[in-house]
C-alpha cells in the first residue's frame, strides 16, 4: 500500500495559488522598477536605462537557453556551457584577427567546435554513463585553459564592422541580438508547449524508463540535448564576439552563476516548479533591472556577485518549495 | 461489462489453435550471460491468444532479465528468437517495433508520470504533429485517449494529473494506455510487476478490467512476486529456476499457491501459513502505546507482550501504517504515551536515538529510500547502528570485530551471495531486505516494528525472513508489524489489530487466516477471488 496517498487540494484555491505563483515574481519585478524610479527618477527613468537592461543581456539568453535544453531532459546540470560560449567567442577572435581567416568561416567553424564539444559532452554522460556534473565541469575547465592558450592570457579584439551588425544592428532602440535572444527563447517555448518533442522532452526528464518503454527514444533525445546544448552556447558565444568587437577568454567565468540564478529564478515565473524557456527570459530581465538599479544607487562592483549569488539561493528555495506544493 | 457469449474464449483456444495459427508471443533458445554468469539458458515458452500467462520465479532466476530481454534493455545471444504472431522481432528488442507489432509493456508500479495528466501519460511516445507546425493536435489525441477508456469501459478525467487520481483510477489509465498498442482483440500486455503497489480493492478492480480485456482476445503475460495473485488469475504459468525453464505453458486450474511455490522452489515448503505462538502475555508489556495521535492517527493504542508478534493493518487510509514510525521515533506523535519495559517514555521527545537506545529497532517500508545506503557494503550497512549511534566517534572501527558480529546472521538468514563485501545495490531485492533485517538482528532489540517486512519478495526469502522474526519474538522480542499483505500477516502474527480511521477498530486472535483478515479489513463479506474463475471460465483439465 502506498504512503503517499494523494490529498485532495480543492481545484479552485490550487489555481489561485497557481496563479499568485505565476505572477508573483513579475508583479516583484515591477515593485523593483518602481522602487528604483523613486530613489534614482533622473537616472533610472531614462531611455538609456531601457536600453541597457534590454540591449545587453543576449548573452545571457543564449547561455540560459543552452542550460535549459539539458536541464529539461534531468541533466542536472551542465556547469560546461559558459566555457564553451567563451570558447566559441575567443575562437572567431583568434581565428579571424590572429590567422587572418575569413569572419563568416570563423564563425560557422566556432560554432561546429562548440556543437561538438557538446557532442563529446553528450556522448561521455548518456552513452559511457560519466556523471554529468563532473564531465562538464572538467571540459568547462578544459575549454577555458584552451582559450586561454590560444588568446596567449590576452583580450583579442579588431573584428571587423559588418560583422557587428549580426549583433548590434540596431531595430527600434535595441540591438538585434536582443530580439535575436527573444526569437531563440519563443522558438524554444513554442517546441515544449505545442510539439512532440518538447513534450517527451519533459517526460524523459520526469522518469527515463516509463519514457523508454513508450516508445521514446530516450538516449538520442539525451544526446541531442547535449548538442543543441553546445550549438546553442557556440552561436551565443559568436554574437557576443561580434557585439564587443573581440574577446576576453576570462570573461565567459563570470557568466556561470548568472546563468544558474535565471534559470532557476524562471521556475517561479509563469509555468511554477518548471523550468520554462520564457520565464526563464522574463528572469534574466528582472536580474538585469535588478543590478543596474543597485549600480545606479551607488553600490560598487561587488554588488553583481552578492546579487546573483543571493538571488541564486533564494531562487533554488523558491523552486524546490514550489515543486513540493505544485506536485 | 462483458459479454461471454459473443467473446472467444481463452485458453481453449490457445491450446486448441496451435496447428492453424501461431502464438501471440513465442520465444526460443533465450540465453543471457553476463560476464561467466550465465543468467538465463536456452528459454524457450509461448503466450497463447486471450489467455493470462503468468511468468514466475524466484529472485535470481532470471525472470526479470527474460523480461528486460522482452522489453530491450538486454541483448539476448545469437540464435535467440521472439516472435509476435509468428512474426519474428528483430532482437534486441526496440520499443517502437514491439509497439508496432502489438506488444505493450506496463512498466513496474504501473509507469505513470506522477506531475503530467492523464492525457499526457496516456499519450506520450505517441504524439502526433501537423506537419508545418509541428504542433500536437490535442483534440486528436483527446479523441485517441476516450476511445480507449471508452474500449474498458472506465471514465478517468483526462486533464487531472496523475498524482491526484485514486489508486483505482490510475491502475486504469494503466492498462488503457498500454491498449493502445494492441490492436481489438489481439496484440500483448506485459505486466512487469505492475501491481505490486496496489491494495486490495485496487488489486480486484484491475483484474475485473483485465479480465474484460483478455476476453476479448488480447494476451496478457503477467510477472509476479504474488503467488496468491498468480494462482488466483492466471490461465497458464510458466516457471523459472535457476535460469532455467521449470514448466513452459502449465494450466494454473486450482493448482493453489502451494504447489506453484513447490514448483518455483524445487522444494516443499514448511509451515507456509502459521502465526507466533511464542506471546507470554503474562508477563508486563514490554512496550504499550495509548492515545497516540499524530497525522493520521487518532487515539491508536497497542500493547504487546514479550514474545508476542502484533499485526496492524487496515484500508490505505486508515492511518495502521505509520505506527512502526511512532513507535521508532521517526515520525512525531503529537499526543499519547509510550511504556517500553514498564519506563514511561515522552512520546513528544521521541527521537530515533532515543528509541534504539531503548532497544527498539525499525525495519522501514522503503528498503530503497530509508532501509539500506545502496551503494555500500553489506557490511557497512549492517554495521550503521553501532557506527551512527552514540559512543566515541573517533575510535576507529574494528572491522573484524564487525564482521564477526555479522557472521552468524549471514548464515542464519542464507544471504546470497554470502559475501558481507557485496555491494547492497546489486543484490537481489529478497536479499536486500535481508540484510536491512540483520543490521537491527544482530542488535537483539527489545522490541522490533517493521513495515511490510516481506514485501517485493520471492517466495523462498520470506519464508527466511517470517522464520528469523519468529526467532526473534522466541527469545523475547516484541514485534509489530504494519502491513497491507495478509499473507504475510497470516503467515507472522498471533493477533491483528484493524484499523479504521486512525484508531484500533477490531481485533483478530488466535492466528487468523488470510481470508479472515480480509474481511475484517473491508468488513463486506469475504474475499472474493480477483477473477471469476475455472468452471466459469471453462479451463482444460
Known amino acids: ?327 | 461489462m462483458v459479454r461471454p457469449d459473443r467473446l472467444p474464449r481463452g485458453v481453449p483456444q490457445a491450446l486448441g489453435s496451435e496447428l492453424s495459427t501461431p502464438p501471440r508471443l513465442r520465444t526460443g533458445a533465450v540465453s543471457v550471460t553476463f560476464g561467466r554468469n550465465r543468467v538465463l539458458r536456452d528459454v524457450g515458452f509461448e503466450v497463447g491468444a486471450g489467455e493470462i500467462h503468468a511468468l514466475i520465479g524466484q529472485n535470481g532466476s532470471g525472470k526479470s532479465t527474460l523480461v528486460k530481454v522482452l522489453t530491450g534493455l538486454y541483448v539476448p545471444e545469437p540464435g535467440a528468437t521472439v516472435e509476435v504472431d509468428g512474426v519474428p522481432l528483430r532482437l534486441p528488442v526496440r520499443p517502437l517495433e514491439a509497439r508496432a507489432s502489438g506488444v505493450a509493456v506496463v512498466h513496474q508500479s504501473l509507469g505513470l508520470v506522477g506531475e503530467a495528466t492523464v492525457l499526457e501519460n496516456m499519450r506520450v511516445g505517441r504524439l502526433r504533429a501537423g506537419r508545418l507546425s509541428r504542433r500536437i493536435h490535442w483534440e486528436h489525441e483527446r479523441a485517441q485517449a476516450a476511445r480507449m477508456f471508452d474500449r474498458l469501459e472506465h471514465h478517468v478525467p483526462l486533464d487531472t494529473p496523475v498524482h491526484r487520481l485514486s489508486e483505482e483510477d490510475r491502475a486504469t489509465v494503466a492498462i488503457a494506455r498500454a491498449m493502445q498498442d494492441t490492436p481489438p482483440g489481439g496484440g500483448l500486455i506485459i505486466f512487469d510487476e505492475s501491481t505490486r503497489a496496489l491494495s486490495r480493492r485496487s488489486l480486484e478492480h484491475f483484474y475485473e478490467m483485465l479480465d474484460g480485456v483478455v476476453r476479448a482476445g488480447t494476451s496478457a503475460l503477467l510477472i509476479s512476486h504474488r503467488l496468491e495473485e498468480v494462482a488466483d488469475v492466471a490461465d497458464r504459468v510458466t516457471v523459472l529456476r535457476d535460469g532455467e525453464l521449470v514448466e513452459a505453458g502449465l494450466p494454473v486450474t486450482r493448482r493453489g499457491e502451494g504447489e506453484l511455490a513447490r514448483l518455483m522452489l524445487g522444494r516443499n515448503l514448511a509451515g507456509l501459513s502459521s502465526g507466533g505462538g511464542h506471546a507470554r502475555p503474562q508477563d508486563t508489556p514490554a512496550v504499550e502505546l495509548t492515545g497516540v495521535a499524530g497525522s493520521r492517527l487518532d487515539g491508536a493504542g497497542v500493547r504487546i507482550a514479550p514474545g508476542e508478534i502484533v499485526g496492524v493493518t487496515g484500508l490505505a487510509d486508515s492511518g495502521y501504517q505509520d505506527l512502526p514510525y511512532v513507535l521508532a521515533g521517526v515520525e512525531r506523535a503529537r499526543g499519547g504515551t509510550l511504556v517500553v519495559a514498564g519506563n514511561p517514555v515522552d512520546l513528544a521527545q521521541f527521537s530515533p536515538m532515543a528509541a534504539i537506545d531503548a532497544g527498539i529497532a525499525l525495519v522501514p517500508g522503503d528498503r530503497e529510500r530509508a532501509g539500506l545506503a545502496m551503494d555500500q557494503s553489506v557490511a557497512e550497512n549492517a554495521a550503521l547502528p553501532r557506527t551512527g549511534g552514540r559512543g566515541s566517534r573517533l575510535a576507529p572501527i574494528r572491522r573484524r570485530a564487525e564482521l564477526a558480529g555479522l557472521a552468524p546472521w549471514l548464515d542464519r538468514l542464507e544471504l546470497s551471495p554470502r559475501d558481507p563485501h557485496a555491494v547492497v545495490s546489486r543484490l537481489s531485492g529478497g536479499n536486500q531486505q535481508k540484510v536491512v533485517l540483520a543490521k537491527w538482528l544482530a542488535r537483539a532489540p527489545k522490541v522490533l516494528a517493521l513495515h511490510e517486512p516481506t514485501q517485493a519478495v520471492d517466495i523462498g526469502a520470506r519464508e527466511t525472513i517470517v522464520a528469523a522474526v519468529k526467532d526473534a519474538a522466541a527469545a523475547g522480542c516484541a514485534v509489530l508489524v504494519a502491513s497491507g499483505d495478509e499473507n504475510e500477516l497470516s503467515m507472522l502474527c498471533d493477533r491483528i489489530l484493524v484499523f479504521r480511521d486512525g484508531r484500533v477498530s477490531g481485533e483478530l486472535t488466535g492466528s487468523p487466516g488470510p481470508d479472515e483478515i480480509v474481511a475484517a479489513v473491508f468488513s463486506s463479506t469475504d474475499r472474493r477471488p480477483l477473477r471469476g474463475h475455472n468452471e466459469e471460465r471453462g479451463l482444460v483439465p
Open chain 1, 1 to 327: 500500500m502506498t504512503t503517499h496517498d494523494t490529498l485532495a487540494v480543492p481545484a479552485r484555491s490550487q489555481s489561485l495559488g497557481r496563479f499568485g505563483s505565476r505572477f508573483a515574481a513579475l508583479a516583484f519585478w515591477l515593485l523593483l522598477a518602481v522602487l528604483y524610479g523613486v530613489l534614482r527618477p533622473e537616472t533610472f527613468l531614462t531611455a538609456g536605462t531601457f536600453q541597457t537592461i534590454f540591449g545587453s543581456q543576449q548573452a545571457l539568453v543564449f547561455l540560459t537557453a543552452a542550460l535549459l535544453c539539458t536541464i529539461i531532459v534531468g541533466e542536472f546540470v551542465d556547469m560546461s556551457v559558459a566555457s564553451n560560449f567563451g570558447f566559441a567567442a575567443v575562437l572567431v577572435a583568434v581565428l579571424t584577427v590572429n590567422e587572418h581567416w575569413n569572419v563568416w568561416l570563423a564563425a560557422v567553424a566556432a560554432v561546429a567546435v562548440s556543437t561538438l564539444v557538446g557532442l563529446v559532452n553528450g556522448w561521455l554522460t548518456v552513452l559511457l554513463g560519466v556523471n554529468t556534473i563532473v564531465v562538464t565541469l572538467g571540459m568547462g575547465t578544459f575549454l577555458l585553459g584552451l582559450g586561454l592558450w590560444i588568446t596567449d592570457l590576452t583580450p583579442v579584439s579588431g573584428l571587423p564592422y559588418d560583422f557587428a551588425q549580426i549583433a548590434l544592428h540596431p531595430i527600434g532602440s535595441l540591438p538585434v541580438g536582443f530580439y535575436e535572444g527573444v526569437a531563440l527563447m519563443l522558438v524554444f517555448a513554442y517546441v515544449m508547449r505545442f510539439t512532440p518533442l518538447g513534450r517527451n522532452m519533459r517526460f524523459v526528464g520526469a522518469n527515463r524508463e516509463v519514457s523508454r518503454l513508450a516508445g521514446i527514444r530516450v538516449n538520442r533525445l539525451r544526446l541531442g540535448a547535449f548538442t543543441v546544448a553546445g550549438l546553442i552556447a557556440g552561436v551565443g558565444g559568436v554574437v557576443a564576439a561580434a557585439a564587443t568587437g573581440g574577446f576576453d577568454a576570462t570573461v565567459s567565468q563570470s557568466y556561470l552563476l548568472p546563468i544558474f540564478a535565471a534559470t532557476f529564478l524562471g521556475t517561479a515565473i509563469l509555468e511554477p516548479g518548471k523550468f520554462n524557456p520564457l520565464g526563464t527570459l522574463l528572469a534574466v530581465y528582472f536580474l538585469a533591472t535588478g543590478i543596474l538599479g543597485l549600480q545606479l544607487l551607488g553600490a560598487a562592483g561587488w554588488v553583481s556577485s552578492v546579487f546573483y549569488g543571493g538571488v541564486l539561493v533564494i531562487a533554488v528555495t523558491i523552486s524546490t518549495l514550489l515543486h513540493r506544493r505544485v506536485f
